[in-house]
């Protein structure tokens, strides 16, 4: 049966609706970033750029470097979008727009976060670059799938005990990164971390302007937590919801993370651009290895 115009809403030139972008738009293997200005700098290490349109948020280019296609694609920021953005993109690869149907054939994306974050642990320095192997989200989005057979209950069970976690909050969640992805982009000078994926900026992540948090010790019981040898090791708004969404849909995902903040010493780096800039490179080149 064909999938309602409610459900799966194309634009006029069919194009999926939030994203403004047709199947032959995007590469199999697409980074993305929070910030739409971020999409140019990544692609002006491009080789050729062959498709760009923006809307909203959604910025896309689509283009080669070093001979390999890739989409990037500004999510904005949190899990909310990362909801928009995941689904949108499977439906351009496993659904066929004009009959309105699943396809027989699945076709699994390759999609590598590069971001910003803030590191809980003093150990962790401002400027280093960090790969999520784990996410907590804090956040609602996977709970509205069918997804407790690919969350880490164990962990999220030993998270909410260790920090007495408020029922009034959403309750959180645990998934985990691609295998593959994550060997293949760590490095000498990588840190491996456990990821905090937020609700918002500044309660959320423990900052208090003029109002009052309703847990003002959440930050350092998250970053005293520790399961099996992995703590907490940094804060951001998208990852979890990155991994639960490619797991359920069949795609490998990974995030890769700029350490611009650290909480615990209150340092924030002096040369955030360079850092993401660095970050980015190193991304492109790894990726073009990958098979």
Request: proline fraction near 3%; hydrophobic fraction near 35%; charge should be negative.
């Amino acid at each position: 049966m064909p999938i309602k115009d409610s459900e799966l809403i194309l634009n006029p030139d069919g194009s999926i609706y939030h994203l403004n972008i047709r199947p032959e738009h995007i590469a199999q293997t697409i980074i993305t970033v929070g910030d739409p200005d971020r999409v140019d700098a990544v692609t002006r290490h491009f080789d050729t750029i062959d498709f760009k349109t923006r809307k909203r948020e959604f910025h896309t280019q689509t283009g080669t470097y070093k001979g390999k296609r890739l989409t990037v694609i500004s999510t904005g920021i949190g899990t909310d979008n990362i909801d928009i953005v995941l689904n949108e993109l499977d439906a351009l690869v496993n659904i066929d727009l004009e009959r309105r149907e699943i396809k027989s054939n699945h076709t699994s994306l390759t999609i590598v976060r590069v971001g910003t974050s803030g590191s809980i642990q003093k150990h962790i320095p401002i400027d280093a670059v960090l790969i999520s192997e784990f996410a907590a989200g804090f956040d609602s989005l996977l709970h509205f799938y069918d997804s407790q057979n690919i969350q880490d209950h164990p962990i999220s069970e030993a998270l909410k005990v260790h920090t007495n976690w408020s029922t009034h909050k959403s309750d959180p969640y645990v998934v985990k990164a691609n295998a593959e992805l994550l060997d293949h982009f760590k490095g000498d000078h990588t840190h491996i971390g456990f990821t905090g994926t937020n609700v918002g900026f500044y309660g959320p992540q423990g900052r208090t302007l003029r109002l009052k948090l309703e847990d003002e010790h959440l930050n350092d019981t998250l970053a005293s937590f520790n399961y099996d040898g992995k703590p907490i090791t940094n804060l951001e708004m998208e990852t979890a919801g990155i991994y639960g969404l490619a797991l359920l849909l069949g795609h490998r995902a990974l995030s890769m993370n700029a350490i611009i903040a650290n909480r615990a010493t209150g340092q924030f780096s002096s040369r955030p651009k360079e850092v993401v800039d660095d970050l980015i490179l190193y991304t492109l080149n790894k990726i073009v290895t990958l098979t």
